[in-house]
């Protein structure tokens, strides 16, 4: 239009910018239909986007199956995590496809450090929808401890997103740093580097602390608690949109 009866010439992005700018949107000749989601969740995400709230050790545990090969072999590792202390509190390992027994083996290392029922604090262990992690065989291995579960939405891994991005670079960590690919015993080196990860490596989102350490002080009172676990506010709408909206305000 500018074009023809102007005869002015802008860019697509320019006009773009200009939109965003007097607050002009385009209006669409399709209906948008919002379908409801059909799959029911087995267990409500009791965390959302409140992941910086957490305030104390063992009050959130992550874990999730991250799958590789090492040189003709596949394997499936599945970690447990503290999302406050981002210590490795549990592991299992099968070169099996679909095994559940990684997910059993690496829950029942994670039980010492949880509170029995009617004693102390609640757990709460967040994972995926996966079939395992909702079966009854998984869930009755915690029925006796003080656990509350909680799980992302179907389709959603944002939803875990302490896990997502601790399994991302650990595992690069293991192929580079310790060679896993040409590692003649995988299961010792996987517990290698737990070790070093637990109490050698320092951890940026920790101060550059290590996760055993970071656990000492807090247990110490070095750490003050926030209290701010509680008081969580649980949002469906991811925190990118949120920011947006009130950048927009």
């Known amino acids: 239009m500018l074009v023809k009866q ?53 009050q959130v545990i992550v874990s999730d199956t991250m799958a590789f090969w090492t040189r003709l072999n596949y394997w499936e590792l599945t970690f447990y995590f503290d999302a406050f202390t981002k210590e490795i509190l549990g592991r299992g390992i099968s070169s099996r496809r679909g095994d559940p027994e990684p997910l059993h083996v690496g829950l029942k290392q994670v039980l010492p450090y949880l509170n029995c029922k009617d004693e102390g604090e609640v757990t709460i262990i967040h994972t995926d929808q996966g079939s395992v992690y909702t079966s009854l065989a998984y869930n009755e291995i915690i029925k006796d401890h003080n656990v509350v579960r909680s799980c992302s939405r179907a389709g959603k891994p944002t939803d875990n997103p302490v896990n997502e991005s601790l399994n991302g670079w650990i595992k690069e960590e293991l192929f ?62 991811p925190k990118h949109i949120t920011k947006r909206q009130k950048a927009k305000e």
């Open 6 to 58: 102007e005869n002015i010439t802008v860019s697509a992005d320019y006009i773009r910018r200009v939109f965003a700018c007097l607050q002009i949107e385009s209006k669409t000749k399709h209906k948008v239909r919002s379908k409801p989601r059909k799959a029911k969740d087995s267990y409500p995400n009791l965390i959302f986007s409140t992941w910086e709230t957490i305030d104390r050790p063992r």
């Open 176 to 237: 580079i740093d310790f060679d896993l690919y040409n590692a003649e015993d995988v299961v010792t080196s996987i517990d290698l580097y737990i070790e070093f990860y637990n109490s050698i490596r320092p951890a940026y989102s920790l101060g550059y602390d290590t996760p055993n350490n970071y656990y000492r002080r807090f247990m110490a009172g070095e750490i003050e608690c926030a209290h701010t676990f509680q008081d969580r506010i649980l949002d469906e709408t």
